[in-house]
Protein backbone atom coordinates (compact mmCIF):
# COMPACT_ATOMS: atom_id res chain seq x y z
CA UNK A 1 0.00 0.00 0.00
CA UNK A 2 2.66 2.67 1.02
CA UNK A 3 4.74 1.40 -1.87
CA UNK A 4 2.11 2.11 -4.20
CA UNK A 5 1.53 5.21 -2.76
CA UNK A 6 5.37 5.85 -3.12
CA UNK A 7 5.27 4.81 -7.01
CA UNK A 8 2.59 7.09 -7.69
CA UNK A 9 4.22 10.27 -6.11
CA UNK A 10 7.39 9.89 -7.79
CA UNK A 11 5.26 8.97 -11.00
CA UNK A 12 3.30 12.30 -10.86
CA UNK A 13 6.20 13.87 -9.16
CA UNK A 14 8.23 13.39 -12.68
CA UNK A 15 5.62 15.04 -14.44
CA UNK A 16 5.68 18.20 -12.34
CA UNK A 17 9.15 18.62 -12.95
CA UNK A 18 8.68 19.16 -16.27
CA UNK A 19 6.08 21.61 -15.10
CA UNK A 20 9.06 23.69 -13.54
CA UNK A 21 11.67 22.76 -15.89
CA UNK A 22 11.41 25.31 -17.79
CA UNK A 23 10.17 27.99 -15.79
CA UNK A 24 12.91 27.53 -13.55
CA UNK A 25 15.25 27.40 -16.43
CA UNK A 26 14.39 31.29 -17.63
CA UNK A 27 13.71 32.42 -13.75
CA UNK A 28 17.07 31.52 -12.84
CA UNK A 29 18.85 32.45 -16.31
CA UNK A 30 17.40 36.19 -16.48
CA UNK A 31 15.64 36.66 -13.16
CA UNK A 32 12.12 36.31 -14.96
CA UNK A 33 8.95 35.11 -13.58
CA UNK A 34 7.24 33.64 -16.26
CA UNK A 35 3.55 32.87 -15.69
CA UNK A 36 2.65 32.22 -19.82
CA UNK A 37 4.67 29.61 -19.03
CA UNK A 38 1.28 27.20 -17.53
CA UNK A 39 -0.63 28.53 -20.15
CA UNK A 40 2.40 27.25 -22.66
CA UNK A 41 1.98 23.66 -21.40
CA UNK A 42 -1.73 24.48 -22.08
CA UNK A 43 -1.21 25.25 -25.73
CA UNK A 44 0.84 22.00 -25.66
CA UNK A 45 -2.23 20.12 -24.67
CA UNK A 46 -4.21 21.79 -27.31
CA UNK A 47 -1.82 20.98 -30.19
CA UNK A 48 -1.79 17.49 -28.49
CA UNK A 49 -6.13 17.67 -28.64
CA UNK A 50 -5.87 19.15 -32.05
CA UNK A 51 -3.30 16.11 -33.66
CA UNK A 52 -5.80 13.62 -32.24
CA UNK A 53 -8.39 15.14 -32.88
CA UNK A 54 -7.80 15.39 -36.71
CA UNK A 55 -4.90 12.61 -37.68
CA UNK A 56 -5.23 10.87 -34.78
CA UNK A 57 -2.13 11.37 -33.62
CA UNK A 58 -1.09 9.91 -30.92
CA UNK A 59 -0.37 12.45 -28.15
CA UNK A 60 3.21 10.97 -27.65
CA UNK A 61 4.08 11.48 -30.81
CA UNK A 62 2.63 15.04 -30.94
CA UNK A 63 5.24 16.10 -28.60
CA UNK A 64 8.47 17.20 -30.85
CA UNK A 65 5.21 19.00 -32.64
CA UNK A 66 3.97 20.73 -29.71
CA UNK A 67 8.14 21.48 -28.51
CA UNK A 68 9.01 22.81 -31.99
CA UNK A 69 5.99 24.94 -32.44
CA UNK A 70 6.04 26.45 -28.70
CA UNK A 71 10.03 26.67 -29.36
CA UNK A 72 8.95 29.62 -31.74
CA UNK A 73 6.52 31.19 -29.61
CA UNK A 74 8.70 31.27 -26.62
CA UNK A 75 11.70 32.90 -28.80
CA UNK A 76 9.49 35.58 -30.66
CA UNK A 77 7.86 36.60 -26.86
CA UNK A 78 11.57 36.91 -25.31
CA UNK A 79 12.48 39.00 -28.21
CA UNK A 80 9.94 41.21 -28.74
CA UNK A 81 8.45 41.70 -25.36
CA UNK A 82 9.85 40.64 -22.39
CA UNK A 83 13.38 41.78 -23.28
CA UNK A 84 12.45 44.65 -23.43
CA UNK A 85 11.32 44.59 -19.38
CA UNK A 86 14.23 42.28 -18.39
CA UNK A 87 16.67 45.65 -16.50
CA UNK A 88 13.44 46.95 -14.69
CA UNK A 89 13.39 43.79 -12.05
CA UNK A 90 11.54 41.25 -11.75
CA UNK A 91 7.87 42.29 -10.65
CA UNK A 92 8.03 44.30 -13.81
CA UNK A 93 8.27 41.52 -15.88
CA UNK A 94 5.95 38.94 -14.20
CA UNK A 95 3.18 41.95 -14.55
CA UNK A 96 4.16 41.93 -17.93
CA UNK A 97 3.76 38.02 -18.51
CA UNK A 98 0.96 37.96 -16.54
CA UNK A 99 -0.97 40.67 -18.98
CA UNK A 100 0.48 38.54 -22.35
CA UNK A 101 -0.94 35.16 -19.95
CA UNK A 102 -4.40 36.85 -20.00
CA UNK A 103 -4.16 37.60 -23.94
CA UNK A 104 -3.25 34.03 -24.80
CA UNK A 105 -5.68 32.50 -22.46
CA UNK A 106 -8.41 34.78 -24.30
CA UNK A 107 -6.86 33.87 -27.57
CA UNK A 108 -7.55 30.14 -26.82
CA UNK A 109 -10.60 30.50 -25.33
CA UNK A 110 -11.82 32.16 -28.56
CA UNK A 111 -10.13 29.42 -30.79
CA UNK A 112 -11.57 26.52 -28.68
CA UNK A 113 -13.73 27.71 -26.45
CA UNK A 114 -13.99 26.95 -22.55
CA UNK A 115 -15.21 23.05 -23.17
CA UNK A 116 -13.02 20.85 -20.82
CA UNK A 117 -11.36 18.68 -23.61
CA UNK A 118 -9.51 15.52 -23.23
CA UNK A 119 -6.80 13.10 -25.34
CA UNK A 120 -8.23 9.65 -24.89
CA UNK A 121 -5.68 6.97 -26.20
CA UNK A 122 -7.09 3.15 -26.85
CA UNK A 123 -4.84 2.14 -24.27
CA UNK A 124 -5.41 4.90 -21.92
CA UNK A 125 -6.91 2.68 -19.20
CA UNK A 126 -4.75 -0.35 -19.22
CA UNK A 127 -1.83 -1.25 -16.68
CA UNK A 128 0.21 -3.65 -15.67
CA UNK A 129 1.60 -5.10 -12.23
CA UNK A 130 4.83 -5.54 -10.78
CA UNK A 131 4.78 -7.01 -6.86
CA UNK A 132 1.24 -5.69 -6.05
CA UNK A 133 1.99 -2.33 -7.35
CA UNK A 134 0.23 -1.22 -10.30
CA UNK A 135 1.10 1.37 -12.57
CA UNK A 136 -1.20 2.43 -16.30
CA UNK A 137 0.77 2.39 -19.30
CA UNK A 138 0.49 6.23 -19.81
CA UNK A 139 2.13 7.11 -16.59
CA UNK A 140 5.09 4.91 -17.09
CA UNK A 141 5.17 6.62 -20.38
CA UNK A 142 5.03 9.59 -18.68
CA UNK A 143 7.76 9.15 -16.16
CA UNK A 144 9.96 7.91 -18.72
CA UNK A 145 9.88 10.79 -21.19
CA UNK A 146 9.82 13.02 -18.07
CA UNK A 147 13.46 11.84 -17.00
CA UNK A 148 14.72 11.58 -21.02
CA UNK A 149 13.63 15.39 -21.17
CA UNK A 150 15.37 16.70 -17.68
CA UNK A 151 18.58 14.72 -18.71
CA UNK A 152 18.71 16.04 -22.13
CA UNK A 153 18.31 19.90 -20.55
CA UNK A 154 21.18 18.67 -18.72
CA UNK A 155 23.56 17.53 -21.04
CA UNK A 156 22.20 20.59 -23.54
CA UNK A 157 23.39 23.39 -20.92
CA UNK A 158 26.65 21.48 -19.98
CA UNK A 159 28.03 20.12 -22.85
CA UNK A 160 26.99 22.18 -25.79
CA UNK A 161 28.16 25.90 -27.18
CA UNK A 162 25.01 27.44 -26.64
CA UNK A 163 24.32 26.13 -23.38
CA UNK A 164 27.53 27.38 -21.95
CA UNK A 165 26.57 30.78 -23.22
CA UNK A 166 23.36 30.65 -21.27
CA UNK A 167 25.10 28.86 -18.13
CA UNK A 168 27.38 31.99 -18.72
CA UNK A 169 24.75 34.62 -19.12
CA UNK A 170 23.10 33.66 -15.80
CA UNK A 171 26.36 34.13 -14.51
CA UNK A 172 26.75 37.71 -15.21
CA UNK A 173 25.06 39.16 -18.11
CA UNK A 174 27.44 41.47 -18.59
CA UNK A 175 31.10 39.72 -18.53
CA UNK A 176 28.89 37.36 -20.98
CA UNK A 177 28.17 40.17 -23.36
CA UNK A 178 32.02 41.49 -23.44
CA UNK A 179 32.67 37.60 -23.90
CA UNK A 180 30.76 37.83 -27.09
CA UNK A 181 27.58 36.54 -26.23
CA UNK A 182 24.93 37.55 -28.24
CA UNK A 183 22.40 38.47 -24.92
CA UNK A 184 19.26 39.66 -26.70
CA UNK A 185 19.33 36.06 -28.59
CA UNK A 186 20.74 33.55 -25.94
CA UNK A 187 17.84 34.94 -24.08
CA UNK A 188 15.36 34.55 -26.83
CA UNK A 189 16.84 30.36 -26.88
CA UNK A 190 16.57 30.37 -23.22
CA UNK A 191 12.76 31.17 -23.42
CA UNK A 192 12.18 29.08 -26.50
CA UNK A 193 13.69 25.79 -24.76
CA UNK A 194 11.58 26.46 -21.73
CA UNK A 195 8.57 27.08 -23.87
CA UNK A 196 9.54 23.35 -26.08
CA UNK A 197 9.97 21.85 -22.66
CA UNK A 198 6.29 23.04 -21.74
CA UNK A 199 4.94 21.88 -24.81
CA UNK A 200 6.20 18.64 -24.39
CA UNK A 201 4.77 19.17 -21.24
CA UNK A 202 1.40 19.47 -22.23
CA UNK A 203 1.39 16.37 -24.22
CA UNK A 204 1.67 14.63 -21.46
CA UNK A 205 -0.92 16.47 -19.50
CA UNK A 206 -3.06 15.98 -22.05
CA UNK A 207 -3.15 11.99 -21.42
CA UNK A 208 -3.78 12.35 -17.85
CA UNK A 209 -7.05 14.69 -17.44
CA UNK A 210 -9.36 17.54 -19.17
CA UNK A 211 -8.18 20.82 -19.63
CA UNK A 212 -9.30 24.20 -20.29
CA UNK A 213 -7.78 27.01 -21.43
CA UNK A 214 -8.05 27.92 -17.99
CA UNK A 215 -5.33 25.87 -16.60
CA UNK A 216 -1.97 28.05 -16.78
CA UNK A 217 -3.15 29.68 -12.84
CA UNK A 218 -3.38 25.66 -11.77
CA UNK A 219 0.10 24.59 -13.28
CA UNK A 220 2.21 27.79 -12.53
CA UNK A 221 1.18 27.33 -8.75
CA UNK A 222 2.54 24.18 -8.66
CA UNK A 223 5.84 25.16 -10.66
CA UNK A 224 6.01 27.76 -7.83
CA UNK A 225 6.15 25.45 -5.58
CA UNK A 226 8.80 22.58 -6.89
CA UNK A 227 11.20 25.91 -7.85
CA UNK A 228 11.05 27.14 -4.06
CA UNK A 229 11.01 23.09 -2.68
CA UNK A 230 14.04 22.13 -5.13
CA UNK A 231 16.34 25.26 -5.21
CA UNK A 232 16.25 27.65 -8.21
CA UNK A 233 17.24 27.53 -12.05
CA UNK A 234 18.96 24.29 -11.31
CA UNK A 235 17.85 21.22 -13.15
CA UNK A 236 18.45 19.09 -9.94
CA UNK A 237 16.57 21.48 -8.34
CA UNK A 238 13.50 20.79 -10.50
CA UNK A 239 13.35 16.95 -10.12
CA UNK A 240 13.77 16.75 -6.07
CA UNK A 241 11.41 19.96 -5.89
CA UNK A 242 8.96 18.04 -8.42
CA UNK A 243 9.30 14.08 -7.02
CA UNK A 244 9.33 15.87 -3.20
CA UNK A 245 6.05 17.64 -4.13
CA UNK A 246 4.38 14.86 -6.12
CA UNK A 247 5.18 12.36 -3.30
CA UNK A 248 3.96 15.37 -0.12
CA UNK A 249 0.35 15.52 -2.31
CA UNK A 250 -0.19 11.28 -2.43
CA UNK A 251 0.97 10.54 0.53
CA UNK A 252 -0.94 13.80 2.18
CA UNK A 253 -3.96 12.87 0.27
CA UNK A 254 -3.31 9.45 1.58
CA UNK A 255 -2.77 9.71 4.96
CA UNK A 256 -5.25 12.28 5.66
CA UNK A 257 -7.67 13.87 3.57
CA UNK A 258 -8.14 12.70 -0.20
CA UNK A 259 -9.85 16.32 -0.25
CA UNK A 260 -6.68 17.87 0.81
CA UNK A 261 -4.14 16.81 -1.82
CA UNK A 262 -3.91 20.23 -3.45
CA UNK A 263 -3.38 22.19 0.26
CA UNK A 264 -0.72 20.37 1.28
CA UNK A 265 1.93 21.46 -1.49
CA UNK A 266 1.37 25.26 -0.74
CA UNK A 267 1.59 24.65 3.24
CA UNK A 268 4.83 22.92 1.91
CA UNK A 269 5.77 26.09 0.05
CA UNK A 270 5.13 28.47 2.86
CA UNK A 271 7.37 26.18 5.64
CA UNK A 272 10.03 25.74 3.34
CA UNK A 273 10.33 29.55 2.70
CA UNK A 274 10.53 30.43 6.24
CA UNK A 275 12.95 27.81 7.28
CA UNK A 276 14.41 26.89 4.27
CA UNK A 277 14.18 30.05 1.88
CA UNK A 278 17.11 28.32 -0.64
CA UNK A 279 15.54 25.33 -1.22
CA UNK A 280 15.57 21.85 0.68
CA UNK A 281 19.20 21.39 -1.39
CA UNK A 282 20.05 24.61 -1.12
CA UNK A 283 22.74 26.47 0.28
CA UNK A 284 22.99 29.09 2.50
CA UNK B 1 0.26 66.70 10.70
CA UNK B 2 -1.78 68.90 7.69
CA UNK B 3 1.22 70.73 5.24
CA UNK B 4 -0.65 70.92 2.32
CA UNK B 5 -2.11 74.41 0.61
CA UNK B 6 -4.93 76.15 1.47
CA UNK B 7 -6.01 75.67 -2.03
CA UNK B 8 -5.33 71.58 -2.44
CA UNK B 9 -7.82 71.08 1.03
CA UNK B 10 -10.43 73.38 -0.58
CA UNK B 11 -10.06 70.86 -3.67
CA UNK B 12 -9.90 67.72 -1.11
CA UNK B 13 -13.28 68.98 0.39
CA UNK B 14 -14.95 70.02 -2.69
CA UNK B 15 -14.23 66.25 -4.37
CA UNK B 16 -15.42 64.95 -1.16
CA UNK B 17 -18.74 67.11 -1.30
CA UNK B 18 -19.41 66.13 -5.03
CA UNK B 19 -18.39 62.23 -4.19
CA UNK B 20 -21.03 62.51 -1.59
CA UNK B 21 -23.89 64.27 -3.31
CA UNK B 22 -22.92 61.76 -6.50
CA UNK B 23 -25.47 58.97 -5.56
CA UNK B 24 -28.26 61.88 -5.90
CA UNK B 25 -27.59 62.71 -9.79
CA UNK B 26 -26.90 59.78 -11.55
CA UNK B 27 -28.76 56.02 -10.93
CA UNK B 28 -28.12 52.73 -10.94
CA UNK B 29 -25.60 51.73 -13.84
CA UNK B 30 -23.12 54.53 -13.01
CA UNK B 31 -23.57 54.41 -9.48
CA UNK B 32 -22.01 50.90 -9.51
CA UNK B 33 -19.09 51.79 -11.73
CA UNK B 34 -18.59 54.14 -8.76
CA UNK B 35 -18.77 51.84 -6.15
CA UNK B 36 -16.85 49.51 -8.07
CA UNK B 37 -13.96 52.31 -8.96
CA UNK B 38 -13.98 53.01 -5.30
CA UNK B 39 -13.74 49.30 -4.25
CA UNK B 40 -10.26 48.89 -6.61
CA UNK B 41 -9.50 51.98 -5.44
CA UNK B 42 -9.36 51.28 -1.87
CA UNK B 43 -8.00 47.41 -2.82
CA UNK B 44 -4.78 49.72 -4.54
CA UNK B 45 -3.98 52.01 -1.70
CA UNK B 46 -4.01 49.08 0.98
CA UNK B 47 -1.40 47.45 -1.35
CA UNK B 48 0.55 50.48 -1.43
CA UNK B 49 1.14 50.54 2.09
CA UNK B 50 3.16 47.27 1.71
CA UNK B 51 4.16 47.20 -2.16
CA UNK B 52 4.39 50.86 -2.66
CA UNK B 53 5.27 52.30 0.74
CA UNK B 54 7.76 49.29 2.12
CA UNK B 55 8.49 47.86 -1.56
CA UNK B 56 7.28 44.40 -0.45
CA UNK B 57 5.46 43.25 -3.66
CA UNK B 58 2.63 41.30 -1.87
CA UNK B 59 0.88 39.49 -5.07
CA UNK B 60 -1.37 37.60 -2.71
CA UNK B 61 -2.82 40.79 -0.97
CA UNK B 62 -6.19 39.22 -2.01
CA UNK B 63 -5.90 36.69 0.58
CA UNK B 64 -7.37 39.49 3.25
CA UNK B 65 -10.09 40.47 0.51
CA UNK B 66 -11.58 36.44 0.70
CA UNK B 67 -11.15 36.93 4.78
CA UNK B 68 -13.05 39.82 5.11
CA UNK B 69 -15.32 38.25 2.92
CA UNK B 70 -16.00 34.87 4.49
CA UNK B 71 -15.51 36.38 7.72
CA UNK B 72 -18.68 38.62 6.87
CA UNK B 73 -20.51 35.85 5.42
CA UNK B 74 -20.05 33.45 8.01
CA UNK B 75 -21.06 35.63 10.63
CA UNK B 76 -24.06 36.96 8.79
CA UNK B 77 -25.29 33.43 7.90
CA UNK B 78 -24.48 31.23 10.42
CA UNK B 79 -24.70 33.50 13.93
CA UNK B 80 -26.63 36.42 12.39
CA UNK B 81 -25.04 39.12 13.07
CA UNK B 82 -25.56 42.43 11.46
CA UNK B 83 -23.29 43.24 8.59
CA UNK B 84 -21.37 46.04 9.46
CA UNK B 85 -20.13 43.84 12.66
CA UNK B 86 -19.87 41.24 10.17
CA UNK B 87 -17.52 43.70 8.15
CA UNK B 88 -15.33 45.16 10.73
CA UNK B 89 -14.70 41.80 11.96
CA UNK B 90 -13.48 40.93 8.67
CA UNK B 91 -11.23 43.91 8.48
CA UNK B 92 -9.95 42.95 12.38
CA UNK B 93 -9.52 39.01 11.51
CA UNK B 94 -7.52 40.07 8.26
CA UNK B 95 -5.02 42.40 10.30
CA UNK B 96 -4.35 39.50 12.73
CA UNK B 97 -3.70 37.23 9.87
CA UNK B 98 -1.20 39.31 8.37
CA UNK B 99 0.44 39.83 11.85
CA UNK B 100 0.64 35.95 12.34
CA UNK B 101 1.72 35.48 8.76
CA UNK B 102 3.90 38.82 8.77
CA UNK B 103 6.32 38.00 11.75
CA UNK B 104 7.63 34.89 9.11
CA UNK B 105 7.10 35.68 6.01
CA UNK B 106 8.20 39.45 6.00
CA UNK B 107 11.80 38.27 6.82
CA UNK B 108 11.84 37.06 3.31
CA UNK B 109 13.04 39.50 0.65
CA UNK B 110 12.25 40.03 -2.69
CA UNK B 111 10.30 37.57 -5.05
CA UNK B 112 10.90 35.10 -2.04
CA UNK B 113 8.08 37.20 -0.02
CA UNK B 114 5.89 37.73 -3.50
CA UNK B 115 6.01 33.89 -3.85
CA UNK B 116 4.91 33.20 -0.16
CA UNK B 117 1.91 35.57 -0.35
CA UNK B 118 0.56 33.75 -3.40
CA UNK B 119 1.23 30.65 -1.87
CA UNK B 120 -0.57 32.06 1.66
CA UNK B 121 -3.78 32.68 -1.12
CA UNK B 122 -3.81 29.27 -2.53
CA UNK B 123 -3.80 27.78 0.74
CA UNK B 124 -6.52 29.81 2.33
CA UNK B 125 -8.42 29.18 -0.88
CA UNK B 126 -8.08 25.84 -0.87
CA UNK B 127 -9.25 25.30 2.86
CA UNK B 128 -12.03 27.25 2.12
CA UNK B 129 -13.12 24.57 -0.76
CA UNK B 130 -11.89 22.15 1.92
CA UNK B 131 -13.73 22.86 4.60
CA UNK B 132 -17.48 22.80 3.76
CA UNK B 133 -19.19 22.86 7.48
CA UNK B 134 -18.02 25.96 7.55
CA UNK B 135 -17.46 27.82 4.56
CA UNK B 136 -20.08 25.51 1.84
CA UNK B 137 -16.89 24.75 -0.33
CA UNK B 138 -17.26 25.79 -3.83
CA UNK B 139 -20.77 25.84 -4.06
CA UNK B 140 -20.42 29.51 -2.46
CA UNK B 141 -22.08 31.14 0.17
CA UNK B 142 -25.48 32.90 -0.06
CA UNK B 143 -25.83 36.18 1.73
CA UNK B 144 -29.39 37.19 3.73
CA UNK B 145 -30.71 39.23 0.99
CA UNK B 146 -31.59 43.27 2.25
CA UNK B 147 -35.11 44.33 3.59
CA UNK B 148 -33.62 47.63 1.93
CA UNK B 149 -35.05 48.52 -1.81
CA UNK B 150 -32.55 48.08 -4.51
CA UNK B 151 -31.81 52.11 -4.45
CA UNK B 152 -31.48 52.46 -1.10
CA UNK B 153 -29.37 49.70 -0.77
CA UNK B 154 -27.13 50.86 -3.53
CA UNK B 155 -26.75 54.37 -2.25
CA UNK B 156 -25.97 52.35 1.46
CA UNK B 157 -23.11 50.08 -0.67
CA UNK B 158 -21.61 53.33 -2.19
CA UNK B 159 -21.73 55.29 0.95
CA UNK B 160 -19.96 52.68 2.90
CA UNK B 161 -17.56 51.96 0.73
CA UNK B 162 -16.55 55.78 0.07
CA UNK B 163 -16.29 55.83 3.48
CA UNK B 164 -13.83 53.44 3.93
CA UNK B 165 -12.15 54.47 0.74
CA UNK B 166 -11.84 58.10 2.55
CA UNK B 167 -10.64 56.02 5.77
CA UNK B 168 -7.57 54.10 4.03
CA UNK B 169 -6.79 57.31 1.93
CA UNK B 170 -6.31 59.67 5.21
CA UNK B 171 -4.74 56.64 6.91
CA UNK B 172 -2.81 56.70 3.99
CA UNK B 173 -1.91 60.32 4.25
CA UNK B 174 -1.02 60.37 7.63
CA UNK B 175 1.48 57.36 7.20
CA UNK B 176 3.25 59.03 4.05
CA UNK B 177 3.59 62.37 6.56
CA UNK B 178 4.80 61.06 10.02
CA UNK B 179 7.53 58.76 10.87
CA UNK B 180 6.24 55.14 9.78
CA UNK B 181 5.79 56.73 6.15
CA UNK B 182 9.66 57.53 6.29
CA UNK B 183 10.97 54.14 8.01
CA UNK B 184 8.92 52.21 5.22
CA UNK B 185 10.79 54.07 2.43
CA UNK B 186 14.00 54.05 4.12
CA UNK B 187 13.10 50.13 3.95
CA UNK B 188 11.85 50.26 0.24
CA UNK B 189 15.29 52.08 -0.27
CA UNK B 190 17.75 49.69 1.47
CA UNK B 191 16.39 47.97 3.93
CA UNK B 192 19.81 46.27 5.97
CA UNK B 193 21.13 50.24 6.23
CA UNK B 194 17.68 51.24 7.66
CA UNK B 195 18.03 48.51 10.03
CA UNK B 196 21.31 50.13 10.92
CA UNK B 197 19.94 53.45 11.62
CA UNK B 198 17.83 51.55 14.50
CA UNK B 199 14.73 51.62 13.00
CA UNK B 200 12.61 48.56 13.66
CA UNK B 201 12.06 46.85 10.31
CA UNK B 202 9.97 44.30 11.75
CA UNK B 203 7.92 46.25 13.34
CA UNK B 204 7.37 48.30 10.79
CA UNK B 205 6.69 46.17 7.71
CA UNK B 206 4.52 44.00 10.07
CA UNK B 207 2.19 47.46 10.71
CA UNK B 208 2.02 47.75 6.94
CA UNK B 209 1.06 44.67 5.88
CA UNK B 210 -1.79 44.94 9.25
CA UNK B 211 -2.66 47.99 7.67
CA UNK B 212 -3.27 46.11 4.44
CA UNK B 213 -4.84 43.88 5.31
CA UNK B 214 -7.51 45.73 7.72
CA UNK B 215 -8.35 47.79 4.51
CA UNK B 216 -8.39 44.74 1.98
CA UNK B 217 -10.95 42.87 4.59
CA UNK B 218 -13.32 45.87 5.15
CA UNK B 219 -13.54 46.02 1.37
CA UNK B 220 -14.09 41.90 1.39
CA UNK B 221 -16.45 42.03 4.00
CA UNK B 222 -18.71 44.64 2.14
CA UNK B 223 -17.91 43.25 -1.44
CA UNK B 224 -20.27 39.87 0.21
CA UNK B 225 -22.89 42.20 1.18
CA UNK B 226 -23.21 44.09 -1.51
CA UNK B 227 -23.30 41.03 -3.91
CA UNK B 228 -24.88 38.71 -1.53
CA UNK B 229 -23.11 35.94 -2.92
CA UNK B 230 -19.43 34.52 -2.48
CA UNK B 231 -17.31 31.69 -3.70
CA UNK B 232 -13.44 31.11 -2.96
CA UNK B 233 -12.94 31.29 -6.98
CA UNK B 234 -14.04 34.82 -6.61
CA UNK B 235 -13.03 36.43 -3.57
CA UNK B 236 -9.72 34.88 -3.93
CA UNK B 237 -8.96 35.42 -7.20
CA UNK B 238 -5.39 36.51 -8.20
CA UNK B 239 -6.59 38.22 -10.48
CA UNK B 240 -7.92 41.17 -8.10
CA UNK B 241 -4.81 41.40 -6.89
CA UNK B 242 -2.75 41.48 -10.02
CA UNK B 243 -5.42 44.49 -11.44
CA UNK B 244 -4.39 46.37 -8.55
CA UNK B 245 -0.92 46.26 -8.93
CA UNK B 246 -1.04 47.64 -12.36
CA UNK B 247 -2.86 50.45 -11.00
CA UNK B 248 -0.79 51.22 -8.22
CA UNK B 249 1.76 51.08 -11.08
CA UNK B 250 -0.21 53.31 -13.06
CA UNK B 251 -0.89 56.14 -10.99
CA UNK B 252 2.57 55.88 -8.92
CA UNK B 253 3.17 53.48 -6.01
CA UNK B 254 4.42 55.14 -2.99
CA UNK B 255 2.59 58.04 -3.20
CA UNK B 256 -0.61 58.78 -1.86
CA UNK B 257 -3.35 60.36 -4.74
CA UNK B 258 -1.22 57.87 -7.04
CA UNK B 259 -3.39 54.25 -6.69
CA UNK B 260 -6.27 56.38 -6.59
CA UNK B 261 -6.13 57.48 -9.93
CA UNK B 262 -4.43 54.38 -10.89
CA UNK B 263 -7.76 52.98 -10.05
CA UNK B 264 -9.63 55.58 -11.15
CA UNK B 265 -8.34 55.31 -14.77
CA UNK B 266 -7.70 52.14 -15.06
CA UNK B 267 -11.37 50.13 -13.71
CA UNK B 268 -12.99 53.03 -16.06
CA UNK B 269 -11.13 51.41 -19.20
CA UNK B 270 -11.67 47.96 -18.03
CA UNK B 271 -15.23 49.00 -17.99
CA UNK B 272 -15.73 50.66 -20.96
CA UNK B 273 -13.76 47.40 -22.70
CA UNK B 274 -16.32 45.41 -20.82
CA UNK B 275 -19.31 47.01 -22.04
CA UNK B 276 -17.92 46.99 -25.49
CA UNK B 277 -16.29 43.77 -26.10
CA UNK B 278 -18.23 41.32 -23.67
CA UNK B 279 -16.66 38.18 -25.31
CA UNK B 280 -13.15 39.45 -25.78
CA UNK B 281 -12.95 42.25 -22.97
CA UNK B 282 -10.23 40.18 -20.83
CA UNK B 283 -8.19 39.86 -23.75
CA UNK B 284 -8.04 43.70 -24.24
CA UNK B 285 -7.29 43.98 -20.91
CA UNK B 286 -3.83 41.73 -20.65
CA UNK B 287 -3.23 43.94 -23.49
CA UNK B 288 -3.25 47.04 -21.95
CA UNK B 289 -1.30 45.96 -18.67
CA UNK B 290 1.26 44.72 -21.54
CA UNK B 291 1.28 48.56 -22.99
CA UNK B 292 1.22 50.18 -19.47
CA UNK B 293 3.95 47.90 -18.70
CA UNK B 294 6.01 48.68 -21.67
CA UNK B 295 5.51 52.19 -21.82
CA UNK B 296 4.56 53.73 -18.81
CA UNK B 297 6.71 51.48 -15.98
CA UNK B 298 7.24 54.66 -13.70
CA UNK B 299 2.97 55.64 -13.74
CA UNK B 300 1.01 58.04 -16.12
CA UNK B 301 1.95 61.15 -14.96
CA UNK B 302 5.13 60.57 -16.61
CA UNK B 303 3.22 60.87 -20.08
CA UNK B 304 2.27 64.56 -18.92
CA UNK B 305 5.48 65.36 -17.75
CA UNK B 306 7.16 64.53 -21.06
CA UNK B 307 4.28 65.93 -22.27
CA UNK B 308 2.83 63.20 -24.79
CA UNK B 309 6.10 63.00 -26.69
CA UNK B 310 6.29 59.41 -28.45
CA UNK B 311 10.18 59.69 -28.66
CA UNK B 312 10.14 59.63 -24.52
CA UNK B 313 7.92 56.91 -23.89
CA UNK B 314 10.34 54.87 -26.46
CA UNK B 315 13.11 55.63 -24.49
CA UNK B 316 11.50 53.85 -21.69
CA UNK B 317 11.88 50.77 -23.60
CA UNK B 318 15.50 51.25 -24.66
CA UNK B 319 16.29 52.11 -20.73
CA UNK B 320 15.27 48.71 -19.43
CA UNK B 321 16.15 46.49 -22.31
CA UNK B 322 19.16 44.59 -23.07
Known amino acids: MIIQVLVNGIILGSLYAVVALGFS ?87 FTGDYRSVTTSYAGSN ?36 NAIRATALNRDAARICGVNVPRIYGITMGISAALAGACGCMYATLQTFTPFDGGYLIGKAFVICVLGG ?17 ETLGATLFDPRAQEIFGFIILVLVLIFRPKGIMGTK | MVQESKKTIIAFFLICLGLTLF ?20 ITLALNFIAGFAGYAAFGNVVFMGIGAYTTAILMVKAGIPWWIGIVAGGLLSSLYAVLLGLPILRLRGHYFAIATLGVNEATKQFTLIYRDLTEGGMGITLPLTSLSISA ?15 CFLTSYVV ?78 GTVLGPVLGAAVLELISELVWGEFLRVHMLIFGAIIVLVILFLPSGMMELFRKRYSLSALLSNLKERSI
Open chain 1, 25 to 111: LVWGVMDVINIVHGTMIVMGAYIAFLLFQTINLDPFLSIPVAAFVLFFFGFYLQRYLVNFVVRAGVFISLILTFGMDQVVINLLLVI
Open chain 1, 128 to 163: FEIGGVVIPYVRLAIFLISILLTVALYLYTTRTKIG
Open chain 1, 232 to 248: LGTVMGAIVGGIALGVA
Open chain 2, 23 to 42: PFLIGGYWLRVATGIMMFAT
Open chain 2, 153 to 167: FNNLVYFIMFAILLA
Open chain 2, 176 to 253: SKNRVGYALRAIRANEDAAQMSGIRTTYYKVLAWALSAFFTGLVGGLYAYWFTFIEPANVFDIMIAVKAFVMMLLGGG
